[in-house]
């Protein structure tokens, strides 16, 4: 299939795809807003996507309330998260639409049934005293490159077969990142608890709720 094939049937699904710059991470376009409110049209996808191999989708209202977990820091927390949500969900985790990045992070993807907010940072850890954000989310006015751009794989499902998750489903998958924070909240922030759990990165197995995709 063709990047156009591709753009054109992620758009057919109400998602909200735009050319990239892959080494930016933003779309290649002078503007994008109107773009968070609207779909791009066929002509719009045609003059794109003739030569760009690179693409993004943006996220929010816009794409049926689409939102994304991104784990850096090559998806050392991924298999933690991956633990708590087998846990406290059984079945949420095979659900999710998930694809590896070029870093050795991953995307796991969704739609809401209840509006998304924008991009949050909900678990980081201290490198050498300083905090790095090792999952946060791309909600309303976000975005994030996606395959088929060279280096993005997906891993399990397709953005055409996007789960939509119930606002009790969706919290599972928040809180489960929240649960790994290992920095202490300013006074302003509202505090999350402190219980990593398990082994960093890679598969997870589970007895009772199956396993996590290999990344």
């Given at each position: 299939?063709?990047?156009?094939?591709?753009?054109?049937?992620?758009?057919?699904?109400?998602?909200?795809?735009?050319?990239?710059?892959?080494?930016?991470?933003?779309?290649?376009?002078?503007?994008?807003?109107?773009?968070?409110?609207?779909?791009?049209?066929?002509?719009?996808?045609?003059?794109?996507?003739?030569?760009?191999?690179?693409?993004?989708?943006?996220?929010?209202?816009?794409?049926?309330?689409?939102?994304?977990?991104?784990?850096?820091?090559?998806?050392?927390?991924?298999?933690?998260?991956?633990?708590?949500?087998?846990?406290?969900?059984?079945?949420?985790?095979?659900?999710?639409?998930?694809?590896?990045?070029?870093?050795?992070?991953?995307?796991?993807?969704?739609?809401?049934?209840?509006a998304?907010?924008?991009?949050?940072?909900?678990?980081?850890?201290?490198?050498?005293?300083?905090?790095?954000?090792?999952?946060?989310?791309?909600?309303?006015?976000?975005?994030?490159?996606?395959?088929?751009?060279?280096?993005?794989?997906?891993?399990?499902?397709?953005?055409?077969?996007?789960?939509?998750?119930?606002?009790?489903?969706?919290?599972?998958?928040?809180?489960a990142?929240?649960?790994?924070?290992?920095?202490?909240?300013g006074?302003?922030?509202?505090?999350?608890?402190?219980?990593?759990?398990?082994?960093?990165?890679?598969?997870?197995?589970?007895?009772?709720?199956?396993?996590?995709?290999?990344?």
């Amino acid at each position: 299939m063709s990047i156009l094939e591709t753009a054109t049937s992620y758009r057919r699904t109400g998602l909200c795809v735009l050319p990239a710059i892959a080494t930016e991470k933003r779309p290649a376009l002078s503007s994008w807003k109107p773009y968070q409110t609207r779909l791009p049209t066929d002509d719009e996808l045609r003059a794109w996507f003739t030569d760009s191999q690179v693409m993004c989708l943006v996220t929010g209202a816009v794409s049926g309330n689409l939102e994304m977990l991104d784990f850096d820091g090559g998806g050392a927390l991924y298999g933690p998260w991956a633990e708590l949500v087998m846990s406290e969900a059984p079945g949420l985790l095979e659900r999710l639409v998930i694809e590896r990045s070029p870093s050795g992070g991953c995307h796991v993807v969704y739609r809401s049934e209840v509006a998304v907010s924008g991009n949050q940072k909900l678990a980081q850890q201290l490198v050498d005293g300083r905090p790095v954000t090792l999952i946060e989310t791309r909600g309303e006015g976000g975005l994030f490159l996606c395959d088929p751009t060279p280096g993005y794989e997906l891993k399990q499902s397709r953005f055409e077969d996007m789960p939509t998750l119930s606002a009790v489903e969706r919290d599972v998958l928040i809180k489960a990142a929240g649960a790994l924070n290992e920095v202490i909240p300013g006074p302003d922030s509202p505090r999350v608890p402190s219980e990593p759990c398990g082994r960093p990165g890679g598969r997870v197995p589970s007895e009772s709720a199956g396993r996590a995709v290999d990344l």
